[in-house]
């Protein structure tokens, strides 16, 4: 992925996550041999390769800390995955937010059409639910259905969508700071809190445990929603594989526009230090998930 | 829903499940008091009134005769009919189908706007797969996760999604009778099959048994379709709520163009007696399944 980390107990966990999700992927969407074809080409062009794969990182992190199999930790980070990235198909659609790059290349209404862009996103949206319900996961169908749950309840209109409609009405509104913070918590928080919260139910991690991975996940999302905006406002284009300085051209209100750059950043600090704070009962098994905490603040894309 | 039906049975079984699949969409989505509001409209303009509810009907019907209770029934139904509206939204999209008109009044994208209607098909797809994970479809976790392995495989590339793009190069390539057949399948065989097949995992409908209720699925499913073409070749637009004659205009292959009118209603008759004849280990409690196939094939929109 040629990321540059200080970090390399980061890096290699990034590498190697990055790996297994193309893997998987790629065994998971054979081509067909009939008119499907160019779907599931769709849907890999997407999928494989180009991805940060953070919330699969998270989620497989979680899970392994608390002993369950990498393999299906794997799948269900795939499964969380295709959400995400069904969900940048959508946005990037001309009717949404029309953009061209994506990952630095073209965006898949642009590489193949807009019709097959909705199938696709929605066929990874389909494809997120039949991994997740696949005995692969666990033979446990307890741990299966609240999975589904958990993912089903982050993305639709009580998480990332609703954030979505919420950021869209805020290119004409005037946002105040909390109002910004709750759309953030649902366009970009839900998603990040179901991949911790799915890593907990694989791992089957007691409750109370529990509450301080989510702390941790509340914050870290904040901080990764601040991050984003300042990479909007100052960040390199290349380095992003994607177009910037949106959210100033549509006047939209954003942390940097509320605060000003310096206080955003000393925030998403602040933030990234709160994270690392709720794993303090835990060892060097948590070491990755300190160093994506601090990674989500300093990456440049 | 001012049907009008020979049979007073599937009249009356139709109205009661369009009155309880309206009403419990009306309780599931309630519409939030922040800029999240106009999605959660949207959903429900598209999710509440207009369908005919076929899918639910054979779930509840199937899963009723085997001693279900309703109420879990109908959960499961808004399920598969949430699925069913969201793919209705996006084929309406001007991408896709281009379509102004759907049950009789604007599609979503022209009552709102395509933004609105591709997250609203989002967020209901989301929604299906939230709600049959829920605990209120059954206490036990199997029967949640069998529920959602059915859904998720018949409504993504391997099914609907996938026929749908195979409808779409359909528009370019001369299709024998096979290769339509085998696209409608996956189109609209695959989302009544799973209405049925979900009916029995909510039953427990003993596997021998099952057999019979996927052939009888089978069997509507392509009656429906051929149905369907011939609706669109003499129908009557302001019956069917939508506009007809596209197919010949599109110069697409359907079961009409290949087989001619005569043949082909003709073909949709036989399904459907062949459909009723894997219910004869039924009794009267299967005589809604028996109307469903006849009506698939005599109605008018």
Redesign the interface.
């Known amino acids: 992925m040629g990321l540059v980390l200080a970090d390399d107990l980061l890096g290699r966990g990034l590498q190697r996550i990055q790996r297994e999700v193309d893997a998987a992927f790629d065994a998971i ?1 054979p081509v ?1 041999e ?3 074809a ?3 080409e769709a ?1 890999r062009y997407a999928a494989i390769g180009g991805g940060k794969r953070v919330r699969p990182l998270l989620l497989v992190t979680v899970a392994e800390m608390y002993g369950a199999s990498r393999q299906a930790a794997v799948r269900a980070g795939c499964a969380i995955e295709a959400i995400h990235v ?2 940048l198909i ?1 946005d990037d ?1 001309p ?2 937010d029309d953009d061209d790059m994506r990952h630095g290349k073209p965006t898949l209404h642009k590489a193949f ?4 862009a ?2 696709a ?3 990874l ?6 991994l ?3 005995r692969e996961i666990s033979p ?3 741990i ?3 999975m ?2 958990a ?3 982050a ?3 009580n ?1 990332m ?2 954030g ?3 950021d ?3 290119d004409g ?1 005037e946002f105040d700071l909390h ?1 910004v913070t ?2 953030q918590q649902l366009k970009t928080g839900a998603l990040l809190g179901a991949a911790v919260e799915m890593g907990a139910i694989l791992g089957k991690v007691p409750e109370e445990a529990r509450g301080h991975l989510r702390a941790y996940a509340r914050d870290i999302g904040l901080a990764f929603q601040i991050a984003d905006d300042l990479l909007d406002h100052d960040g390199d284009e290349e380095k992003a594989g994607k177009a910037l300085r949106k959210d100033a051209e549509q006047g939209k209100a954003t942390f940097v526009s509320l605060m000003g750059a310096d206080k955003a950043r000393e925030q998403a600090r602040a933030l990234s230090d709160q994270a690392v704070g709720h794993l303090v009962q835990h060892g060097k098994e948590a070491d990755l998930l300190r160093a994506l905490a601090r990674f989500v603040v300093e990456r440049d894309r």
């Open positions: 969407l067909p009939d008119a499907r160019s779907l599931v849907m069904y969900s959508h659609l009717c949404m059409d807009e019709a097959i909705v199938l996103g929605d066929s949206h389909a494809l997120a639910f039949e997740l319900a696949m446990d169908p307890f299966r259905a609240e589904v749950a993912l089903a309840t993305s639709g209109h998480g969508a609703g979505q409609v919420m869209m009405v805020a509104e109002t709750r759309l």
